[in-house]
């Protein structure tokens, strides 16, 4: 039986832990605590002033301003892995963490499945390589497309809230995030190693796949080279552009058939992620083009970009792979913020549709704006006739123009007060009162209809009459509808696709 270890943490309060080592990382050993409500985490090595006080003004000035300052606070605990004391034993720092919720460690596995085993830790790497999420994850346990797209979401809005604090995570990589397919949810890791630019120097330089090029070019300078590059939030923007596309397309957008060095595979790597890099699906230049014949099976059908190219995630999110793997690859100063990707995220969630195969894998696919709309993962054609609801605002109550911005219809589907009006948050400032549906959507025979359950203004502003909460509007095509006519209301414009 492990002993008990009870410490005075630096700010007073008692920490209990078993002396006894449950996991180990890079650089530190992890402890549980008797309540199995935080775990300690200890340094091997010793920790210099410059660290000390590094970690002292995370888990002080840094974790006031995100978590205790503001009434949203409670909602970044859910997303970070953050940590709340510092403690010293044996004469070694350690940190005491939060011990990460129960959805993020596998469960419901069966005994004899032979890879994964229940209780393992979901590390973002199983989901975000095809030849890992092919072989080893349980079918039941890989989530839809728009789980998927939700647990981008989180990751997105998690950076963005980092950056608005004036920090960095520095090594973003699927390694540093647990994530849960099945909920949507997401945890960033490692974030006692937060970078703070101009302040404290980075500890390391990121995961390999994942450091920004200019970073990995410049990776043999000295630190005190005004050539060096060093991760900061720029960099934080490309690695958070990969873990997107790798998890929702399951392949890195730098891994192609074009080999750099044939002779050094060091040297080819650091030239294939630094000073060569060159995306996969480039429109212009297919230097660096997959070569289809060389990938294993398990590595198909999402490793053929091809078969299964980045355009499938939508436009809103194609436009932001461009800024990302074109655009800003070789430029940091124009890859796409933290909150570009969670407002493309966003709407990217309100285009899914549902595959009317129900043995498809994906579940949900991103409507391809065509009219013969199909599945990409299964191939399946949408049959049927599909709603689709085009927003539209007056921005000082006159003509309402197009916010390039669409609502996919399916039956059963809600919706929101930020629907209805652009001025109404989607994210964590959104009110308990906002997150309760307004509407709802249905096939009700043989049309599509929409129920208004919590719009007083809504109006039909073609047949010119209200529509009362409890009753309903047809969705023909052409149709107009207003939701709101307050300052952000929007009005929508129904457009049917028949097949």
């Excluded at 410059?50 to 995100?66: C, F, H, M, P, T």
């Excluded at 949507?184 to 390999?208: C, N, R, W």
Aim: with cysteine; glycine share 8%; proline share 6%.
């Amino acid at each position: 039986m492990a002993n008990k270890i009870t410490l005075k943490a630096q700010d007073g309060s008692t920490v209990e832990f078993y002396d006894e080592i449950k996991a180990q990382g890079g650089v530190k050993d992890v402890y549980f605590s008797t309540d199995k409500t935080y775990v300690v985490q200890f340094f091997r090595e010793k920790i210099d002033a410059n660290n000390k006080d590094r970690l002292a003004s995370i888990v002080g000035q840094y974790r006031e301003k995100i978590f205790l300052a503001n009434s949203d606070g409670g909602y970044w605990k859910n997303l970070f892995a953050w940590p709340t004391k510092i403690v010293e034993w044996n004469g070694k720092i350690g940190l005491v963490v939060p011990f990460f919720p129960q959805q993020f460690f596998f469960s419901g596995v069966a005994d004899t499945w032979p890879y994964i085993k229940n209780g393992q830790e979901k590390n973002g790497k199983w989901f975000a390589s095809a030849k890992l999420i092919n072989r080893f994850v349980p079918e039941d346990q890989k989530g839809t497309y728009l789980d998927r797209l939700h647990m981008c979401l989180k990751i997105a809005r998690a950076m963005r809230r980092l950056h608005a604090a004036g920090l960095a995570h520095g090594d973003l990589s699927y390694n540093n995030v647990l994530v849960d397919p099945l909920s949507g949810s997401a945890l960033i890791l490692d974030d006692d190693g937060l970078v703070v630019p101009g302040k404290y120097p980075p500890e390391v330089i990121g995961t390999p796949g994942f450091i920004a090029p200019e970073v990995l070019a410049t990776k043999t300078l000295s630190i005190s080279d005004p050539n060096k590059k060093l991760p900061k939030i720029a960099t934080d923007r490309y690695q958070l552009a990969v873990l997107i596309y790798t998890f929702l397309l399951n392949r890195h957008p730098l891994d192609g058939g074009k080999v750099w060095d044939v002779d050094d595979p060091q040297k080819d790597d650091d030239m294939r992620y630094g000073s060569k890099a060159l995306f996969i699906e480039h429109p212009t230049d297919k230097t660096n083009k997959v070569k289809v014949d060389q990938l294993a099976k398990s590595q198909l059908p999402q490793g053929d970009p091809s078969k299964m190219p980045y355009t499938i995630c939508g436009p809103y999110l194609k436009e932001l792979f461009d800024k990302a793997f074109i655009d800003g690859l070789h430029n940091p100063s124009v890859r796409p913020t933290a909150l570009q990707w969670e407002e493309a995220l966003v709407k990217t969630c309100d285009l899914v549709q549902q595959c009317q195969n129900p043995k498809c894998e994906a579940h949900w696919y991103v409507f391809d704006n065509t009219t013969k709309p199909r599945c990409p993962f299964c191939g399946t054609e949408y049959k049927g006739q599909l709603p689709i609801l085009n927003f539209y605002y007056a921005p000082s109550h006159g003509k309402y123009i197009s916010e390039n911005y669409r609502l996919m219809v399916y039956d059963k589907q809600t919706l929101y007060k930020w629907h209805s009006n652009n001025l109404i948050p989607c994210n964590e400032k959104t009110s308990d009162e906002d997150k309760k549906p307004v509407g709802d959507f249905h096939f009700f025979k043989g049309q599509w209809i929409l129920i208004n359950r919590r719009l007083p203004d809504m109006y039909d502003a073609t047949d010119k009459k209200p529509i009362a909460i409890g009753q309903y509007v047809p969705l023909t095509d052409g149709r107009k509808i207003l939701l709101d006519k307050g300052q952000g209301g929007r009005l929508i414009v129904v457009q049917l696709v028949n097949n």
